[in-house]
């Protein structure tokens, strides 16, 4: 079956764009012309047939940095192998019980003690006289009741805006796999760099929606400058904060799964 891959972006959709691919594993290059963005390449296609893996070269039109587009052979994850292990049954110890025999030559005889009824003595019984006091008792004294002030509870807000980066192996993500991720509390992510761990798999940058949000991303460290990064804007999930407040976030995820770390730059 004819593999396809669709090559796309958020800031050049519609545009004119010449793409150059270059095989993975081979040293020639094709030149697949000028298409308009989004654009679906069918390597089948060509003459002979190629696969879909191996680096795109993206020129827009009118424009003056190239995009590079790294696609990957995923490599194959081998499946263990479980071998039985046998399990030794314990063999029950049958331990003898000793009969004890009686000699009847050797029985002994004990007597038995007649018990004798002594006579019990019934204590007489004095009555005791309770003495009544002539004298007045204090008058008894009132206690006051302490009264007791209730504390006031304060009130609950959401804890410090927070994002998350790193890579994930699915397609979509769930705000129970954040733990996977990095995290930092930030009141603006934008004009700063995230730093995306090596690994074959997505990267991923959630950003809550109340927060400003970058307008591209860039392979830099050092300012908005560098190749472009397609991260697409694949929806919103919604994360519970360390203070039970829900938190909506955007999220946005590379275009394909990536081998090697990189750092990014969110510009603003």
């Known amino acids: 079956m004819s593999q396809t891959i669709i090559i796309s972006s958020i800031n050049y959709d519609g545009e004119l764009a010449s793409v150059i691919f270059t095989p993975q594993g081979s040293e020639s290059v094709i030149n697949l012309g000028n298409v308009t963005l ?21 020129l827009v039109e009118n424009g003056n940095c190239p995009n590079i587009l790294n696609v990957p052979r995923p490599t194959p994850t081998p499946t263990p192998t479980i071998t039985p292990t046998r399990t030794v049954t314990p063999t029950p110890t049958v331990t003898p019980t000793p009969t004890s025999t009686l000699d009847p030559c050797r029985i002994t005889q004990t007597p ?38 209730p504390t006031p509870t304060p009130s609950r807000t959401p804890e410090e805006s927070k994002i998350y980066w790193g890579k994930f192996s699915g397609g979509t993500i769930t705000s129970g796999d954040t733990n996977l991720l990095s995290s930092g509390y930030t009141s603006n992510p934008t004009n700063t760099y995230r730093s995306i761990p090596s690994g074959f798999a997505y990267g991923y940058i959630l950003i809550p929606t109340g927060l400003t949000q ?35 976030y955007n999220i946005y995820r590379t275009f394909f799964q990536i081998t090697d770390g990189f750092d990014v730059w969110l510009c603003s």
């Open 38 to 58: 989004p654009f679906t390449f069918q390597a089948g296609l060509l003459t002979p047939p190629q696969d879909v893996y191996g680096t795109y070269t993206i």
């Open 112 to 149: 038995t003690n007649t018990p004798s009824n002594t006579p019990t003595r019934t204590p007489t019984r004095t009555p005791t006289a309770t003495p009544t006091s002539t004298c007045p008792g204090p008058s008894p004294t009132n206690t006051p009741t302490p009264t007791t002030t």
């Open 214 to 248: 970058p307008s591209e991303f860039r392979n830099s460290n050092v300012g908005c400058s560098g190749s472009n990064i397609p991260f697409n804007n694949i929806g919103t999930i919604i994360i519970v904060d360390a203070n039970g407040f829900s938190i909506t």
